[in-house]
């Protein structure tokens, strides 16, 4: 068996590198669309190593508001897969759940019904695990940044988000700018019908600019801050930022 000999990036432009890159992961996932975040420590991702060395693309991709593909609801699947129960115990009532808001000021709690009162979004993303699966789903929910602006506008300067399970053993954390992004929802209802408890119920996040492992399930408290919140699978060794 011979090695294939390694081939030298720089010795490539950087437009044809990106492509390059795009195409093979793409290849790898079956997925259509993909973007790079700031590889910061850690493991890499199966589809992230290759757009290493295009830091400066990704970033002025990201920051030009770009939006994950939608989809039209005929076309979210059928069936739907789950993956990871970390945190959603049995010892849980979603009839007696509040969430817990701490940033700027006291922490506070708000409801679900104040949560169904803010703008509700519909939305039909993919989602993408990093074992390499993705679903369409039919989301409905409220935007973080709706809810931030309502609910906590004197955190919104903060530099991160973080949230965890209300028995705190699955936690996320977000920078800001995705957080805030229109498409990143506080969601209550998948598939035209309530959260079931196995996909969060009763709210969790979706934000289709990341892999799933961002997309917590059963959210008990949302944190705003300025020092980057734990994150459960940056801990066992993952990228931080996990963004497409
Ligand atoms: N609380 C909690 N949320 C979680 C996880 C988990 O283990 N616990 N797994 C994540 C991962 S890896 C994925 S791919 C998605 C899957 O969401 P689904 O089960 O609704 O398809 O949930 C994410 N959110
Ligand atoms: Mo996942």
Same mark, same amino acid.
């Given at each position: 068996?011979?090695?294939?000999?390694?081939?030298?990036?720089?010795?490539?432009?950087?437009?044809?590198f990106l492509t390059?890159?795009?195409?093979?992961a793409?290849?790898?996932?079956?997925w259509?669309?993909l973007r790079?975040r700031?590889?910061?420590?850690g493991?890499?991702w199966?589809?992230?190593?290759?757009?290493?060395g295009?830091?400066k693309?990704?970033?002025a991709?990201?920051?030009d508001?770009?939006?994950?593909?939608? #989809?039209?609801?005929s076309?979210?699947d059928?069936?739907?897969?789950?993956?990871?129960?970390?945190?959603?115990g049995?010892?849980?009532?979603a009839?007696?759940?509040?969430?817990?808001?701490q940033?700027?000021?006291?922490p #506070?709690?708000?409801?679900?019904?104040q949560?169904?009162?803010l703008p509700k979004?519909e939305?039909?993303?993919q989602?993408n695990?990093i074992?390499?699966?993705t679903?369409?789903?039919?989301?409905a929910?409220?935007r973080?940044?709706d #809810?931030?602006?309502?609910?906590?506008?004197?955190s919104?300067?903060a530099r #991160?988000?973080?949230?965890?399970?209300?028995?705190q053993q699955?936690?996320?954390?977000?920078d800001?700018a995705?957080?805030?992004h229109?498409?990143t929802?506080?969601?209550?209802?998948?598939n035209?019908?309530?959260?079931?408890?196995?996909?969060?119920?009763?709210l969790?996040?979706?934000?289709?600019?990341?892999y799933?492992?961002?997309?917590i399930?059963?959210?008990?408290?949302i944190a705003?801050?300025?020092?980057?919140?734990?994150d459960?699978?940056a801990?066992?060794?993952?990228?931080?930022?996990?963004g497409?």
């Open positions: 068996m011979t090695t294939p000999p390694i081939q030298n990036p720089g010795a490539r432009t950087r437009r044809a390059m890159g795009v195409s093979a793409a290849a790898y996932g079956g259509s669309w790079s700031t590889p910061e420590g493991v890499e199966p589809l992230r190593g290759v757009l290493r295009n830091e693309v990704a970033e991709y990201f920051s508001g770009h939006l994950a593909p939608t #989809f039209a609801i076309q979210a059928a069936s739907v897969r789950k993956n990871g129960d970390v945190g959603l049995d010892d849980f009532d009839q007696q759940w509040v969430l817990n808001v940033g700027a000021g006291e #506070f709690q708000v409801t679900m019904a949560i169904r009162a979004v939305q039909v993303t989602l695990c074992e390499g699966w679903v369409v789903v039919h989301w929910g409220a973080l940044a #809810f931030t602006a309502k609910y906590a506008p004197q919104r300067g #991160f988000v973080g949230m965890q399970t209300p028995d699955y936690f996320v954390g977000l800001m995705s957080a805030l229109p498409q929802l506080l969601c209550y209802e998948m035209g019908a309530d959260l079931t408890s196995d996909h969060g119920a009763p969790r996040l979706v934000i289709p600019v990341k799933g492992v961002k997309n399930k059963r959210i008990g408290t705003y801050t300025n020092d980057r919140p734990e459960y699978w801990n066992e060794g993952y990228d931080w930022y996990a497409l």
